[in-house]
């Protein structure tokens, strides 16, 4: 059986090429967060780390212009 966690937005979604870097660390994507906040490009490469390392999986869903969908797995 698996758990899953899915945390989904409504935001400006990410492009393919984004989606690429997404999880690589110090990345800065194409679109800009939707309330300014300023961003290092280290938050979803930490979460990738421990994810694998607790033997999950994470992975983003996404289309621009109708948000995304960013999911965490445990089996």
């Known amino acids: 059986s698996e758990v899953r966690i899915s945390v989904i937005d409504q935001g400006p979604g990410l492009s393919e090429e984004d989606q690429q870097l997404l999880f690589k660390k110090f990345q800065r994507l194409s679109t800009h967060p939707t309330d ?3 961003s290092t490009g280290l938050g979803l490469s ?3 780390q421990y994810v694998e390392l607790m033997g999950g999986r994470v992975w983003c869903e996404s289309e621009p212009g109708k948000g995304a ?5 445990f089996t």
Do not use: L, P, R, T
């Open 36 to 38: 300014g906040e300023k």
């Open 46 to 48: 930490i979460v990738k």
């Open 69 to 73: 969908a960013f999911h965490v797995a």
